[in-house]
């Protein structure tokens, strides 16, 4: 499936995850590091997620030794779920609040998202309970992971196995990072789901 096909179709589901604008890490010797350089925002299956810049991740490079099946960690649309699950790590799951500050912070007006997601955006009435903060569990995490790489065309075998190596192995990258490690990620990211939305 060619870019064009596969933006339509995930349009058609409800998908706005758009390729992230970042940079590479400096000093970093394993080469995979980089950097947001503008604020991200995105939506898929209810959940609303806000990214602040400065927030760096490795697209999906644990562990090591799946980084042959991964192949290029940040290029290419099917490489968003890894960034997405990265988030999801990086926080623990759990960003801080929704706050009017955010919103202002992440003006879609001047964004290049679709015009659906606009009208969603704002329609969601933010501030009335139909927007709440969520906090996703890792089992939650890497099952929505699965499911984006789906829904971004990555194949049955690939996905399947990437999943299956995380389940097994990607417990330690969910809790060993520090405390202030994961506070510092927590500062840069809102993530939040449509009332009636199920995480699961």
Known sequence: MNDEKLITSLYNKGIYLPVPN?????????????ELEEDYYGCFYGIHIFIEKGFVYDGGSKPEFSWGLIGSAHTGYD??????????????G???PL????????????SPCPPWVHDNFYNLDFFS????????????????WLELMDDFSVCWSKRNAMYSMVRTFGNSA???STMV???KDRKLI???????????
């Open 22 to 34: 970042v940079k590479p890490v400096q000093n970093d010797i394993t080469g995979r590091l980089v």
């Open 79 to 92: 490489k968003i779920p890894c960034f997405i699950h990265d988030v999801l790590y990086g926080c623990m």
């Open 94 to 96: 759990q960003g801080k």
């Open 99 to 110: 706050t009017i500050k955010t919103l202002k912070h992440f003006d879609i007006n001047h």
């Open 129 to 144: 309970g139909k927007l709440t903060d969520t906090r996703f569990k890792r089992n939650e995490a890497d099952w929505k």
């Open 174 to 176: 969910w809790h060993d």
């Open 181 to 183: 490690d994961i506070e």
């Open 190 to 200: 809102t993530i939040t789901k449509e009332f009636n939305t199920a995480i699961k």
